[in-house]
């Protein structure tokens, strides 16, 4: 096998939004830049993700008239991380995130839309935001990138998307569900679709980018006019150290071994280890041999990064909270063997639907968030036994809202049905026989429910109490758009499980994203960000996009530390000892 030397000043492993943030902010600084990519396709789980970011205090909400002090989002952060709350790193984030997003918004060509109505999770924490806290990169044309950069863009993914076509959460969403019953939104997905289909037929794919991929094609975007060097199927074996500073990486391409100098340093941003079967199963709780997980991130986040830190004397901080960011999930039975991994996110807020363990049950405010919904499904699952719940709806529910990968009316959805993947039953009765659910207790908890729902109130979990919950509810029902009873039959349900939207047990860094060995000091020229770094949330879920925003600001942080800007975290130089070519104030 040939071996080959390259010499750059940053590399950045991995090219999902927390690499793709470091490498553009040091290219844009002046460094050569190459990312390298283990998969055949650029953005990682980013790509597949909804691609929110929580960025308190930015440009955007200031720009609409919602300003607020650090101080009331430190208060929120404090009640909801407790004792693993760290200062430092916290401060950084709360400086850095703003400044990150006014960065890429002048100076590049990721662009954002707000999320000014979005509220954070835990509404009656003190603290908790009603909106302002949150951006989304804005819809993006696909065709403005370059042809190579584009056939290694990573598609959305297909549990998500609509014959391939992503859909965008708010109004874009809305219109998808509401099309059969509003003139406008039926338009406005006519246009969708005749566009997609175009694309199609033009460039086989989709070029309507939203979510994460508009985020991803962004940033890939701005990287070829910055002249960064992308590298895909390219997975790094091992990382490169001249006395106690990391110099370089190799990896090991198509027929071909070779070596990448890095005069500044690497940036592990891998994807964290969702696919490490090992540490999953040494870490995760309910999960004895590894396998009773199912996550969203592509195979290729598979621990990387992590074992590339520990191997130079890196620590993986274990000590969170939860070492993985839950997210429920129904298993989709696509054919030919393949299993895709569907992620409830909206529906369980819609209302005419409930959540029951195998006893018939509830155990949870549906509403609230995936994280919260699999921590108490974890939590109420007897021991011994799987840990799974159902999601049961009425017809008309899953007519006017869909039902996991079952798509709302007019999308046929009876084919599911032969496929297993959707359970049903003319009664209550028949749907519990159909799932292996308690027939009493589900009969007692639908009567109970309906009770009460039929008022709008849910006495025993509070369901709609918060912002959030409603923000995710249905605004055209009342008196609460989260709840209504389940009368009718037949009756649908599908199966929930464990899965995750990524990992928060990670590498231990400092506020400058460098990686820390076991007496807690900076190994030099190595940094970490995204899920390759510890969780700043300490292994709690506060609000949507505590991943992506994060991991694009600490992404920025380590691309000017590497490029000896002053960090707008600390507004110090990077350490002594460290290079410092072209440093600036």
């Excluded at 693993?84 to 890429?104: H, N, Q």
């Excluded at 969203?296 to 993986?316: K, Q, T």
């Excluded at 928060?504 to 807690?520: E, I, P, R, S």
Aim: with cysteine.
């Amino acid at each position: 096998m040939a071996d080959s030397q390259h010499d750059y000043d940053l590399v950045v492993v991995g090219s999902g939004a927390a690499g793709l943030a470091a490498a553009v902010t040091a290219a844009h600084h002046g460094l050569k830049v190459a990312v390298v990519e283990k998969a055949d396709t650029l953005g990682g789980a980013t790509a597949w993700s909804g691609g929110w970011m929580w960025a308190p205090l930015n440009p955007l909400a200031r720009a609409a008239g919602i300003v607020e002090e650090a101080e009331t989002v430190r208060t929120y952060l404090r009640a909801e991380l407790g004792e693993r709350y760290d200062e430092a790193k916290i401060d950084a984030f709360l400086d850095g995130a703003p400044r990150m997003v006014e960065f890429f918004h002048e100076k590049t060509a990721l662009q954002f839309a707000d999320g000014n109505a979005i509220a954070d999770i835990h509404g009656d924490t003190p603290g908790a935001g009603t909106g302002g806290r949150s951006v989304i990169a804005a819809p993006f044309d696909g065709r403005k990138i370059a042809p190579g950069t584009l056939k290694k863009l990573c598609r959305t993914m297909p549990e998500t998307a609509f014959l391939g076509m992503p859909i965008q959460a708010g109004p874009d969403l809305a219109a998808f569900l509401t099309c059969t019953r509003s003139l406008k939104s039926f338009a406005h997905v006519a246009r969708r679709l005749a566009r997609h289909l175009l694309d199609l037929t033009r460039y086989g794919r989709a070029m309507q980018l939203v979510n994460g991929v508009a985020l991803v094609g962004r940033l890939a975007k701005t990287a070829d006019d910055l002249d960064v060097t992308f590298r895909v199927s390219s997975p790094v074996t091992r990382l490169i150290k001249a006395g106690e500073r990391v110099t370089g990486v190799v990896i090991e391409g198509p027929g071909e071994k070779e070596t990448l100098h890095a005069r500044h340093g690497v940036v592990l941003a891998t994807g964290g280890f969702p696919w490490d079967v090992e540490r999953r199963r040494e870490l995760f709780p309910r999960t004895p041999t590894g396998q009773e997980h199912w996550p969203l991130p592509p195979p290729s986040a598979s621990g990387d990064g992590l074992r590339l830190g520990e191997a130079v004397g890196g620590v993986v901080d274990s000590s969170l909270h939860s070492p993985v960011a839950w997210a429920p999930v129904s298993l989709v039975p696509w054919g030919n063997g393949r299993v895709g991994h569907f992620p409830h996110i909206i529906d369980r807020a819609k209302p005419g639907i409930i959540g029951v363990l195998k006893n018939g049950r509830r155990f949870v405010n549906e509403a609230h968030g995936y994280y919260d919904y699999v921590e108490a499904m974890v939590k109420a699952a007897p021991k011994g036994e799987e840990v799974c719940s159902w999601l049961i709806c009425t017809h008309r529910f899953q007519r006017r809202y869909g039902l996991g990968i079952t798509r709302p009316a007019p999308v046929p959805f009876r084919h599911w049905i032969r496929k297993g993947y959707l359970k049903h039953g003319k009664t209550l009765d028949e749907l519990a026989l159909a799932c292996g659910i308690a027939p009493e207790g589900l009969s007692a908890t639908v009567a109970e429910f309906n009770l009460h729902a039929a008022r709008g109130e849910d006495p025993e979990f509070g369901r709609g109490s918060t912002p959030y919950n409603r923000k995710n509810g249905d605004p055209a029902h009342g008196p609460n758009p989260c709840v209504a009873p389940l009368e009718r039959g037949p009756f649908y349900a599908v199966k929930v499980v464990p899965g995750c939207f990524g990992t928060f047990a990670g590498l231990k860094t400092n506020a400058h994203a460098q990686v820390l060995d076991a007496q807690d000091r900076p190994i030099a020229g190595l940094y970490a960000a995204g899920t390759d770094m510890a969780s700043i949330m300490g292994g709690y879920y506060p609000a949507g996009g505590i991943n992506l925003g994060p991991a694009m600001t600490f992404g920025h942080i380590a691309g000017l530390h590497a490029a000896g800007k002053r960090d707008p975290a600390t507004a110090t130089l990077r350490d002594a000892g460290s290079p410092t070519p072209g440093e600036t104030a």
